[in-house]
């Protein structure tokens, strides 16, 4: 494995949703400034571990975590913890385009809002940086006061990391950002996190394994909620340690 | 057997045709009555002296026809009841929808709910046995049947309609658009501020012009609590004599076709215009944001 600095460390980490529990006993090492994928068959735990790292899945009821997730050496599931400011530093693109009902405008500066900044020039200047970053801001600069419903699906998508990335958080967590996109938006988002890798912490989840591949320093490999290896990208798909990671990659199951 | 089915098929799209039209017609008849047996009043008073005038005595002789302290007393109770009603419904919506837990919001839901379905006289009973004399020991009043009270056990009325229909617009905001928020570390309350009240303002301001042609068009709580008198309020706690109120206490002893009885058919009138057009503002509004989201809000 290549030496890098750890930013995220996961350990025996356990989730159920009520009685069924969906993730078990996880352990694995997230670097910074890398990729790492996750890969699995749907329904496999990925979404859930994906929740787990910025502690979104404090908003499903019944549910319960065990073990310990250390952000900058940190544990995150600290009593004490700002699960407000934990958001801030670990933002979140999603499966489904989620832009809200405002001004495109308006999404961008949505994050900055909340944090209390009012400073309009600073705001401004911030909104233009995340759209030129998310490549948007050329389909987009003419029309920032309309509603971000109008946008196309990968349009949209784009705005929701334009969105996360305005706030500057150290790591994004993006789960299937790419499902419901035509080809071409799809390209454009891979491309896009290839950029991003160099100021961020990237996890991203997929079922797309030639994406995985393509765009991954890292990948893990997901199934029935427990982590099967994780390993180099190039080592999972050249030569992976486990038969089910074989299996799953060459397309014999899942 | 296929000729049957068809045929079957098409008895039953005739039966409903002819049910949904003869409703359809039975309320344009009533409308047809209504302004057949309200519009000859104006052929013995016009216009401004109806509207404007400041004396309702159609008793007196010579009688006056004048309805603005009818058509004041209305509107009054109204705004009254909604300033009551409306921060206290949606209020209750947003704790129901977001702050309470799941167990709280099963039980509390279908009280309120069934609290819309109180009649309306018993609302209006309760005002008059125990909010009047309340009103009148606790604040020295002539009499405790006036403006505010009336007021109050109309916002009692509406509050379950409007916190009932904001409460399934809020529930019903997608967990996606709550959690983009949560993500990019917004509080609970900034959540609440920033996304969910703008996302269901449609679904609140539906609730909101329901809740008020509820009022507007009650009758018996009105009748019960207002106090009864035809003038122009000059505090909240002077009797008044909203529209609906005087059509109810008056119709029984107005002559047939008199000019009393075209005159309270004439307020019937304008309590339907003063409803329809409640009506179309609630259209107007879910039809305009649900177009474009609430994407200028
Ligand atoms: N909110 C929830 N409540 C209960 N079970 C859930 C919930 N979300 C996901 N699950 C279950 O947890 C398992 C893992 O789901 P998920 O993490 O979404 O998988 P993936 O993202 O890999 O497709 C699945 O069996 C799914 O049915
Ligand atoms: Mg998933």
Redesign the interface.
Known sequence: MKQNEIKIKIQNLNFFYGEKQALFDISMDIFKNQVTALIGPSGCGKSTFLRCLNRMNDLIPNSKVEGAVYFDGKNIYDPQVDVVSLRRKVGMVFQKPNPFPKSIFENVAYGLKVQGIKDKYLIEQKVEESLKMAALWDDVKDRLGESAMGLSGGQQQRLCIARAIAVEPEVLLMDEPASALDPIATKKIEELIFELKKNFTIVIVTHNMQQAARISDYTGFFFMGKLIEVDTTETIFTKPGKKETEDYITGRFG | MKYNKRLTEKIIEYLLFIVAFSALTCVALIVIFLFYEGLPIFEKVGFKEFFFGKYWYPTSDPPAFGIFPLFIGSVLVTILSSLIAVPIGVMTAIYLAELAS?IVRKIVKPIIELLAALPSVVIGFFGMVVVAPFLQEYFDLATGLNLFNASLMLAFMSIPTICSISEDAIYGI??????????????HL?TII??II??SISGISVAITLGMARAIGETMVVLMVAGGAAMIPESIFDPVRPMPASIAAEMAEAPYRSDHYHALFAIGIVLFLFTSAFNLVADYISYKYKE??????
């Open positions: 799941p997608p967990t996606e658009l709550k959690e983009g928020s949560f993500a990019l570390g917004a509080t900034q920033r996304v703008p996302a474009k989201g609430s994407a200028t809000l």
